[in-house]
T-cell receptor
Framework: NAGVTQTPKFQVLKTGQSMTLQCAQD?????MSWYRQDPGMGLRLIHY???????DQGEVPNGYNVSRSTTEDFPLRLLSAAPSQTSVYFC????????????FGSGTRLTVV | AQKITQTQPGMFVQEKEAVTLDCTYD???????LFWYKQPSSGEMIFLIY??????QNATEGRYSLNFQKARKSANLVISASQLGDSAMYFC??????????FGTGTSLTVIP
């Protein structure tokens, strides 16, 4: 199994550009989430989904959109990139069981100039 | 309000010695889960260990154990017989009743030969 696959691994954007970070999982996990990791701030939840067709906002949703049309895919869209969105982005998925932790993708390092 | 607190930004341990990484949490939920993740320099997030709030015994996984003190709201990670490959960032996380995960800011562990 591939687990959680994120693309691209690296990306440089100009301020104002838009782009989509792709995330796919092949474990039939119901729950999927997007986090951003910034130095000294740990991981902060951007958006999450508890199943196909259901999404909700996390701690830092502004400037990002998500959709969940299938169980496997959970893309994250940056609407108009800003330097404050320079970060490492992680997609993660898990079963809804109480003891189930997240399986993470390998991350996307995004720089907005 | 901060849900997870890791007060040690950086820790050093001699190879083959044991080390404790601190984590305290804040929740009023009766049911919750506590997790530890390892992030090596390559960037991926690796699940290490899980403790449920109703578990009577401390969780153990190989050289990892979780020192769970419910009354003190602490969930410290103990790594026994440290190895050079244990050098990494370590994140404590909590799953709340709402099924959202909250991460701490991490502790950087360096194992000294």
């Amino acid at each position: 199994n591939a687990g959680v696959t994120q693309t691209p691994k690296f990306q440089v954007l100009k301020t104002g550009q838009s782009m989509t970070l792709q995330c796919a999982q092949d474990m039939n996990h119901e729950y999927m989430s997007w986090y951003r990791q910034d130095p000294g701030m740990g991981l902060r939840l951007i958006h999450y989904s508890v199943g196909a067709g259901i999404t909700d906002q996390g701690e830092v949703p502004n400037g990002y959109n998500v959709s969940r049309s299938t169980t496997e895919d959970f893309p994250l869209r940056l609407l108009s990139a800003a330097p404050s969105q320079t970060s490492v982005y992680f997609c993660a998925s898990r079963y809804p069981g109480t003891g189930d932790g997240y399986t993470f993708g390998s991350g996307t390092r995004l720089t907005v100039v | 309000a901060q849900k997870i607190t890791q007060t040690q930004p950086g820790m050093f341990v001699q190879e083959k010695e044991a080390v404790t990484l601190d984590c305290t949490y804040d929740t009023s939920d009766p049911s919750y889960g506590l997790f530890w993740y390892k992030q090596p320099s390559s960037g991926e997030m690796i699940f290490l260990i899980y403790q449920g709030s109703y578990d009577q015994q401390n969780a153990t996984e190989g050289r990892y154990s979780l020192n769970f003190q419910k009354a003190r709201k602490s969930a410290n990670l103990v790594i026994s017989a440290s190895q050079l490959g244990d050098s990494a960032m370590y994140f404590c996380a909590m799953r709340s009743t709402g099924n959202q995960f909250y991460f701490g800011t991490g502790t950087s562990l360096t194992v000294i030969p």
